[in-house]
């Protein structure tokens, strides 16, 4: 059974720094584009960066471009989000997602979210 294990939110002041990390498991990891959303209280869900399966080609939003980075690590089937400058409207619970497989792109895993929190 496939699933993705994110770890490493919590409480940051703003300003701070949070590493997100997802493991995926059961899945040829290197064929999915893999993706973080968040979501806050009361809002949409919302894409937040974005990882290619291979060749590492990455799109962020409009919101998080120059604070954040997404990296992947295939060998260790990992995906990071390197979240820097937080700032509280950063708030959400973060969502990894595994979108895929490659050339057929019709199944979206999902996490089940961490909380990411940005406070002082």
């Known amino acids: 059974q496939v699933r993705l294990a994110e770890s490493g939110g919590g409480l940051v002041q703003p300003g701070g720094s949070l590493r997100l990390s997802c493991v995926g498991s059961?899945?040829?990891?290197?064929?999915?584009?893999m993706k973080w959303y968040r979501q806050a209280p009361g809002k949409e869900r919302e894409l937040v960066a974005t990882?290619?399966?291979?060749?590492?080609?990455?799109t962020y939003g409009d919101s998080v471009k120059g604070r954040f980075a997404i990296l992947r690590d295939n060998a260790r089937n990992t995906v990071y989000l390197q979240m820097n400058g937080l700032k509280p409207e950063d708030t959400a619970v973060y969502y990894c997602?595994?979108?895929?497989?490659?050339?057929?792109?019709?199944?979206?895993?999902w996490g089940q979210g961490t909380q990411v929190t940005v406070s002082s």
């Open positions: 997602n595994a979108h895929g497989p490659f050339p057929s792109w019709e199944i979206d895993y």
């Open positions: 990882i290619a399966t291979v060749g590492g080609r990455t």
């Open positions: 059961e899945l040829t990891f290197n064929r999915y584009t």
